[in-house]
T-cell receptor, first 114, second 115 residues
Framework: DTGVSQDPRHKITKRGQNVTFRCDPISEHNRLYWYRQTLGQGPEFLTY????????KSRLLSDRFSAERPKGSFSTLEIQRTEQGDSAMYLCASSLGWTSYEQYFGPGTRLTVT | GESVGLHLPTLSVQEGDNSIINCAYS??????FIWYKQESGKGPQFIIDIRSNMDKRQGQRVTVLLNKTVKHLSLQIAATQPGDSAVYFCAENNKGGTSYGKLTFGQGTILTVHP
């Protein structure tokens, strides 16, 4: 257990529905990252936060995706109007930031869109 | 675009053997590299990291070697155990600007350790 938690662990939804995932990072970590991982591939960067500021978003993050970290602690990732291509593992990671690149990952949320 | 890749997608070894997992990277500006282990159904687990100003770094039973001349990274696992069976990913940090800390992952190598 790295200390990063994600909820839910699994989510099955029908195409067109909205889903929201939550990530709780290690408490003293000011950086939080979201990645997406499909079967057989390495994680792909989606976005990251420095405290509550969202500093970068990948081109993978379409307009249907939005992420927030309102108080600089936990973060949510919402996918609107889900598509079958959104099926993947969504991983959250956190790090101390400027002093350390070392990112600790949570267990992930497995999304299946039917 | 820039990418990190692996030479071998699968590696099978006997328990007690040493394992070597290789990774090629293409971004010469990358300044930090990490190896992660991922077991089925779990998130990636940090193994060891190395900065670009180093050639070698050792941990417990693991060693990472960095060859910047040929842009090659390797992970050596000594006395491999069945519990080491997993997918191993190398990842690089893209240097500079707002990408500070963003990791780019390779495809992964499946390591299977036979008792």
């Amino acid at each position: 257990d790295t200390g990063v938690s994600q909820d839910p662990r699994h989510k099955i939804t029908k195409r067109g529905q909205n889903v929201t995932f939550r990530c709780d990072p290690i408490s003293e970590h000011n950086r939080l990252y979201w990645y997406r991982q499909t079967l057989g591939q390495g994680p792909e960067f989606l976005t990251y936060f420095q405290n509550e500021a969202q500093l970068e978003k990948s081109r993978l993050l379409s307009d249907r995706f939005s992420a927030e970290r309102p108080k600089g602690s936990f973060s949510t990732l919402e996918i609107q109007r889900t598509e079958q291509g959104d099926s993947a593992m969504y991983l959250c990671a956190s790090s101390l930031g400027w002093t350390s690149y070392e990112q600790y990952f949570g267990p992930g949320t497995r999304l299946t869109v039917t | 675009g820039e990418s990190v890749g692996l030479h071998l997608p699968t590696l099978s070894v006997q328990e007690g053997d040493n394992s070597i997992i290789n990774c090629a990277y293409s971004n010469s500006a990358s300044d930090y590299f990490i190896w992660y282990k991922q077991e089925s159904g779990k998130g990636p687990q940090f193994i060891i990291d190395i900065r670009s100003n180093m050639d070698k770094r050792q941990g417990q039973r693991v060693t990472v070697l960095l060859n910047k001349t040929v842009k090659h990274l390797s992970l050596q696992i000594a006395a491999t155990q069945p519990g080491d069976s997993a997918v191993y990913f190398c990842a690089e940090n893209n240097k500079g600007g707002t990408s500070y800390g963003k990791l780019t992952f390779g495809q992964g190598t499946i390591l299977t350790v036979h008792p």
